[in-house]
């Protein structure tokens, strides 16, 4: 047995002998085959060549402008009408605009990326977007001639302003309807100071009453920005002519004179402005007057402030849900946003409407005055003043006539 087993690989081993010493035949392929082949081989080699430092900078330079490209369609999708509901901020999450941004700061080299987050958390509004969108036009040339004029530029400094805020931690603060039209009626005395503006958080966005965002001149959101020695102002609105899209306005206000009244510092802001724009100066005093109101009504002790958890606290376990379902409620839970809600629910029907008042008297006659924030004397001999706000107030009921 032991002899049949040798001769049998004895024989195998002298055939693989004999096919190794056959000829070797060349197999002919199809010349398109063959000239593809040799293609895909050029572009995929077998064994790749380490890349040159020109080529990953090249590489990493397309990868860069691949995603800023990415950010900036994303925040010009912010502009349709499908989100107009929502407040500014919440569309530039909603549409994925700040998730795009995110992912381009990660992509980019420590230096540049620390760069960009200084300038992010630290500087004034305007002074930053003014270089970010430089930047941006700079760093695209390409994209821009295929944008509309201007158009590249406006959507990298609107989303400049949101990117500070998600970096500074902004927080919402939202009037309630009552509240809204109380501050509308409001007025702020001669003799308030600026010391008295003080921000409940470094970084902010008021959002007026939704109804009235769509009307001419009317403000969709105010954002501001506490700096070492100012407050920057940016808002969202919508110009007297209906048939123009939102507008972003810049602004920032000086706090180096605490002492001064807030009367005093807008009067030299806008005697220092140099636009000449009527509509624009107009702009600025129903903003910063709005604004301001809403400082103020947070400062006086009985203010009333609720903190809505919506977006932090709605439920994101789904189970039983399908794949579809899930998306959806999901994309329901994007449009919900954190916020603090101030002001009475609900104010007496009287505080809103003027009472009539009786016929003609050389006196003065009963009626309504407006709310208004005064600085009122309190102390040792009256010496100190205290900021109040006084609700709507009837002046000489006696003469009402009722």
Same mark, same amino acid.
């Given at each position: 047995m032991e002899s049949d087993v040798g001769a049998v690989l004895t024989r195998a081993a002298t055939v693989r002998k004999d096919a190794l010493k056959r000829p070797l035949t060349d197999v002919r392929h199809d010349p398109a085959f063959a000239a593809a082949y040799y293609r895909r081989r050029r572009q995929y080699p077998l064994v790749e060549r380490a890349a040159t430092p020109e080529e990953v900078s090249q590489a990493h330079a397309a990868t860069i402008s691949r995603l800023l490209i +990415?950010?900036?369609?994303?925040?010009?999708?912010?502009?349709?009408?499908?989100?107009?509901?929502?407040?500014?901020?919440?569309?530039?999450?909603?549409?994925? /605009?700040?998730?795009?941004? $995110?992912?381009?700061? $990660? =992509?980019? +080299?420590?230096? %540049?990326r620390e760069s960009l987050m200084t300038a992010l958390k630290t500087q004034p509004i305007p002074k930053l977007v003014r270089q970010f969108a430089d930047s941006v036009v700079s760093a695209l040339p390409q994209v821009q001639s295929a944008w509309p004029p201007g158009e590249l530029r406006l959507v990298a400094s609107q989303s400049?302003?949101?990117?500070?805020?998600?970096?500074?931690?902004?927080?919402?603060y939202e009037p309630t309807p009552a509240l809204h039209r109380l501050l509308d009626a409001s007025f702020v005395a001669d003799d308030v100071p600026v010391g008295m503006l003080k921000l409940p958080a470094e970084t902010l966005c008021i959002i007026p009453e939704p109804s009235s965002w769509n009307r001419p001149n009317g403000i969709e959101v105010i954002a501001l920005f506490k700096g070492e020695q100012s407050i920057s102002f940016a808002t969202w609105s919508h110009?007297? +002519?209906?048939?123009?899209?939102?507008?972003?306005?810049?602004?920032?206000? %000086? #706090? !180096?004179?605490p002492d001064k009244t807030i009367q005093a510092l807008l009067e030299d802001v806008f005697r220092a402005s140099t636009s000449g724009d009527e509509n624009l100066m107009q702009h600025w005093r129903g903003a #910063?007057?709005?604004?301001?109101?809403?400082?103020?009504?947070?400062? @006086?002790?009985? /203010?009333?402030?609720?903190?809505? &958890? /919506?977006?932090?606290?709605?439920? &994101?376990?789904? !189970?039983?849900?399908?794949?579809?379902? &899930? /998306?959806?409620?999901?994309a329901e839970i994007g449009q919900l946003?954190? &916020?603090?809600?101030?002001?009475?629910?609900?104010?007496?029907?009287?505080?809103?409407?003027?009472?009539?008042?009786?016929?003609?008297?050389?006196? @003065?006659?009963?009626?309504?005055?407006?709310?208004?924030?005064?600085? =009122?004397?309190?102390?040792?001999?009256?010496?100190?003043?205290?900021?109040?706000?006084?609700?709507?107030?009837?002046?000489?009921?006696?003469?009402?006539? #009722?």
């Open positions: +990415d950010a900036l369609e994303k925040c010009r999708r912010t502009w349709e009408p499908l989100y107009a509901r929502l407040p500014v901020p919440i569309r530039y999450r909603v549409t994925g /605009a700040l998730p795009a941004w $995110q992912t381009l700061w $990660q =992509q980019m +080299d420590g230096p %540049s400049a302003v949101w990117q500070a805020f998600e970096v500074r931690n902004g927080v919402f110009p007297a +002519d209906e048939g123009e899209e939102a507008v972003a306005d810049l602004l920032n206000l %000086s #706090l !180096s004179a #910063l007057d709005y604004a301001i109101k809403m400082l103020l009504y947070l400062t @006086v002790r009985e /203010a009333h402030v609720v903190h809505d &958890r /919506a977006y932090t606290d709605a439920p &994101r376990n789904f !189970s039983g849900l399908g794949k579809r379902k &899930r /998306a959806e409620r999901l946003y954190d &916020r603090h809600i101030v002001g009475p629910a609900i104010l007496d029907a009287g505080l809103t409407h003027g009472l009539p008042a009786d016929d003609g008297h050389r006196e @003065v006659r009963g009626h309504w005055r407006r709310p208004h924030f005064k600085m =009122q004397p309190h102390g040792p001999n009256a010496s100190l003043r205290k900021l109040v706000f006084i609700g709507p107030t009837i002046v000489r009921p006696d003469r009402l006539g #009722l």
